[in-house]
């Protein structure tokens, strides 16, 4: 596994937030977590109860003394906060930050983040450590951030720049999505069905209402299946109109649709 | 205010997630919370306890009888889904959706995030009524994402979309960073001492010396009093190795160089 920031929780308050920091570290493919001074000693059993299950990160957990020793053996350190300081330092957006923590471990860094105490949040004595601060953006009318929800954040801008995946895909598990073919034909079998009907009569109107129509169908992004439903749907419907012709003109393609 | 998407928690369990998931709202400029037959009743005191003070978005929170009923004024509505449906639907990430999301509000639409349970997720049939998925990618050993977690997510595409915050910036506060004259008078007195000591006396290496200092100096974006103090520092190391001398030179520099 490529090596992923370290998260440096600085005096934690509560068990819970410790916890679900695991928990959404493990969401996020971290694993080292660091914790200085938490509040209530070490292990907690509120920690445990809400990491659902990522017990593995809190076994591993690290407990240090002050946050000079917990960051030891980093190479850069990210401290995050919502205030400013006083301190001319690097703020960088989280999605910013990570790229920054890549481009770190590519070259053979080794980066870690600082969080502080719910209450205060990081001191001035620790953000001075950090070689930058990531900074959070959030609704100025309601800047109270939790914890978890920072680590959260950051670990999010973590995996997914490493992700992979598409920012939008089609996915299809159990049905494939129909050809044009599958799609002009269905399109043939209602033009023709409308045309009998008298529904496309006018014809300067009748190809921007074809127009109309296929642009419904098509934005669809119909499967194979949907493709056999529609047809049946056509047929039954001009069944009901004329009975005993439907059945006849629709049963091969696709008889009554149902999947 | 611009119109935000609507939240949707649908059968919610856990109160505290509820008021979590409030919280992240009011982070995320979210207001309208809607909720599908939450499990423990409403309203609910652990929700109170976990919102942090978002209790106006509890307050105004609306409770419906029916996923259908919850969504029935919204114009287009996203899914929240980490499993694959054998539905086709467009599948997008929390980037791509609330790009999505903001071209339907300047359209004059109004969108919606449905969130399922937490134990099991949304069902077929709610994720039947979206227009779309949005799925957070996240570690594939480790998919359990809280649902006030989610929520964030979410909320945080969807603040970053609207924020227009650069993605690195330099933040002072008490004090202005220094100009390069500045900072070129710092390289000058640092060099004059420097040639004074015999630290630059090898001719071919001076230059490259030269540059390794500065860029260390270059690097740390130095503001005005951090140059002073540098010139008190150099003055008065001077100072400590020639009695006497430093103090006459250093003196119109910047004096001891404590801001």
């Known amino acids: ?47 445990v109860a809400n990491a659902s299950g990522a017990d593995a990160i809190l076994d591993g957990a690290r407990l240090f003394e002050s946050t000079e020793a917990a960051i030891a053996d980093l190479t850069e350190i990210y401290a995050t906060t919502a205030r400013s300081r006083g301190m001319i330092k690097r703020v960088l957006k989280p999605g910013a930050a990570v790229a920054a923590m890549r481009a770190t471990v590519s070259a053979g860094g080794r980066p870690g ?4 105490p719910e209450r205060t949040g990081l001191n001035n004595d620790d953000v001075a450590l950090a070689d930058a601060v990531v900074s959070v953006q959030v609704n100025p ?14 670990g999010y801008e973590w995996f997914q720049a490493g992700a992979d995946t598409p920012d939008e895909q089609l996915v299809a598990t159990h049905t494939l999505p129909a050809t044009k073919a ?18 496309l009569a006018v014809p300067e109107k009748r190809p921007s209402m074809i127009r109309n129509i296929r642009n419904i169908f098509e934005r669809a992004a119909l499967t194979e299946t949907e493709i ?26 696709g008889g009554n649709g149902v999947a």
Do not use: Y
């Not at 983040?113 to 502080?116: N, Q």
């Not at 047809?231 to 005993?244: F, M, Q």
């Open 1 to 47: 596994m490529p090596i992923a920031p370290a998260i440096v929780l600085v005096e934690p308050q509560l068990g819970e937030n410790i916890g679900m920091a695991a928990r959404a570290m493990a969401n996020c493919a971290l694993s080292d977590l660091r914790l200085v001074r938490p509040r209530d000693g070490w292990p907690n059993e509120k920690a």
């Open 113 to 116: 983040v600082l969080f502080g």
């Open 141 to 154: 009318g309601f800047t109270s951030l939790n914890l978890a929800q920072a680590v959260m954040i950051v």
């Open 182 to 199: 599958e799609l002009h034909g269905f399109f043939d079998h209602l033009e023709r069905e409308l045309d009998a009907a008298g529904f």
């Open 228 to 253: 056999k439903t529609l047809h049946g749907i056509v047929t039954r419907l001009v069944g009901a109109r004329w009975p005993g012709k439907g059945g006849g003109r629709g049963g091969g393609e």
